[in-house]
């Protein structure tokens, strides 16, 4: 058996494959589907050969599916979730074909910006994943403004802030770095009129 699963639980995205680690049996145990149950005397799957071998012959097409689902940024709309946020913004349904949109911004989507939950969210699980990834094995938090706040600024905007700029992102990111001050200027970033110009 050769097998790849993706799932989406309340709109996190795991997924599992088939390998080594798995376990098997010839015997079948009742309730063994079910959460609790302790395979006892289970031996370890062996892997027989690749996905190009028989009996499967089909590893370049198993490969580009997975490929596909693993993708870390689908650019198409419809492989992602409709939110409040991306209707707000103009998504329509799959039924709706738009040639044109609005240039001026609506109450709405004004709203849905400042106070909508779904941006909050993204920032706040965005900021966690940035404060981790700056923290080392110690448990220390080294990084100061001065180096994140470019690195945050040219992703942003392209270019590297302005004194004033940087001022600024000392004042909310403190010394060291904190996460709610991460959260807080990625904030200031998202909601500047330049960077709702650009993207």
């Not at 996905?51 to 490929?67: H, K, L, M, V």
């Not at 600024?168 to 110009?197: C, H, M, N």
Request: aromatic share 10%; with cysteine.
């Amino acid at each position: 058996m050769i097998a790849y699963a993706r799932m989406w639980r309340e709109k996190e995205e795991f997924g599992f494959g088939s390998d080594e680690s798995w376990l098997c049996t010839t015997t079948r145990f009742r309730d063994w589907e079910k959460g609790g149950f302790v395979p006892i005397d289970w031996m370890d799957a062996r892997l027989e050969g690749e996905g190009s071998e028989a009996p499967w012959g089909r590893d370049a097409q198993f490969s580009d599916r997975i490929r596909l689902i693993l993708a870390p940024d689908p650019i198409r709309a419809w492989m992602r979730y409709s939110d409040p946020l991306s209707r707000a913004m103009g998504r329509p349904t799959r039924e709706q074909v738009i040639t044109r949109r609005a240039s001026t911004a609506t109450t709405l989507e004004a709203l849905e910006l400042t106070n909508g939950p779904t941006l909050a969210r993204l920032l706040r699980e965005g900021a966690e994943k940035m404060f981790e990834a700056q923290v080392d094995s110690a448990g220390h938090k080294p990084v100061q403004p001065a180096e994140l706040a470019p690195k945050l600024f040219l992703q942003a905007f392209g270019r590297k802030p302005t004194t004033a700029e940087l001022a600024l992102a000392r004042s909310v990111l403190g010394a060291p770095v904190s996460k709610e001050g991460l959260e807080d200027y990625l904030w200031t970033l998202v909601i500047s009129p330049e960077f709702q110009l650009i993207y």
